[in-house]
């Protein structure tokens, strides 16, 4: 089956850290470049990092020197480490296949909060 399970949601207090996982399978997940979203209550999903098939990567400038993305192209999982947690972080995480024809998974939530 074709799809991407995310992972490692929860509920974590300001200044807290989360990893999340997103597991991929039914195609080649290294040759893909493997994104990150996040989908607040009201507002539109809103892109948040990137990793290249090669290893390069980009950030919101939102989520930037707090987040981390990477990859494990063994184990066909694109990992999202979330340090340093504000509420506004709060939202569903999605990964996406870039360009693979990969459907959406569900998403896993993350709140951020006291």
């Known amino acids: 089956q074709v799809q991407l399970v995310e992972s490692g949601g929860g509920l974590v207090q300001p200044g807290g850290s989360l990893r999340l996982s997103c597991a991929a399978s039914?195609?080649?997940?290294?040759?893909?470049?493997m994104r990150w979203y996040r989908q607040a209550l009201g507002k539109e999903r809103a892109l948040v990092a990137t990793?290249?098939?090669?290893?390069?990567?980009n950030y919101a400038d939102s989520v930037k020197g707090r987040f981390t993305i990477s990859r494990d192209n063994a184990k066909n999982t694109v990992y999202l480490q979330m340090n340093s947690l504000k509420p506004e972080d709060t939202a569903v995480y999605f990964c996406?296949?870039?360009?693979?024809?990969?459907?959406w998974g569900q998403g896993t939530q993350v709140t951020v909060s006291s």
């Open positions: 996406y296949a870039w360009r693979a024809g990969v459907p």
């Open positions: 039914g195609f080649t997940f290294s040759n893909y470049a």
């Open positions: 990793i290249t098939s090669l290893g390069g990567t």
